[in-house]
């Protein structure tokens, strides 16, 4: 008797046991976390675009603690903080930085929507004069209104190495 009394104890304890939670899927601040290159910019069709050559020296490194740094092959860099929110029904991202140099120069502040899937990242965030508060109401270039969108590439280890 005592043994189907430690039999029937034993299983209501391992029925009782919490059942082991699915790993959580990582949230998008942890998966931009890298170095990403640009690999294209449209403004409407391709008007007011930079030359391939040039944007494929920018880079978008966004770091542990909601650091980001933008640099480019001519030495230019910007540094600041990047906040996600991904919860949102279109997810959005922004992005304040300063110019490394010069040293005072004023922070700004881009309002972005993006999209993250897998190594490629698209950014969509209105051009204009510094301080401008506008966040794009959906992932698309738009001309009239100097709407940007970007696409990087996720710069992998053996990339790296190539630039």
């Known amino acids: 008797m005592r043994l189907f ?6 299983t209501s304890l391992l029925l009782a046991a919490p059942v082991p939670k699915a790993k959580a899927k990582p949230k998008d601040a942890e998966l931009i976390l890298g170095t990403w290159r640009v690999e294209s910019v449209d ?21 542990e603690k909601d650091t980001l740094k933008m640099t480019d092959m001519n030495s230019m860099s910007m540094e600041g903080t990047f906040k996600i929110d991904s919860e949102a029904k279109l997810k959005s991202i922004d992005m304040t ?5 010069p040293v005072n120069s004023p922070e700004r502040t881009i309002l972005a929507v993006y999209e993250l899937d897998g190594d490629t990242l698209k950014l969509c965030f209105a051009q204009g004069a510094p301080g401008k508060k ?8 738009i001309g009239a209104k100097m709407i940007c969108l970007a696409t990087l590439k996720r710069v992998k280890p ?5 630039k």
Do not use: H
Not at 134 to 140: A, G, I, Q, T
């Open 43 to 63: 403004v409407d069709g391709g008007q007011n675009v930079p030359r391939q050559s040039d944007l494929e020296k920018i880079n978008f490194i966004y770091g």
């Open 97 to 101: 930085m300063k110019m490394s140099v």
């Open 158 to 162: 053996e990339d790296k190495k190539d």
């Open 5 to 10: 009394l430690l039999l029937c104890a034993s």
């Open 134 to 141: 506008e966040r794009p109401e959906e992932l698309k270039a």
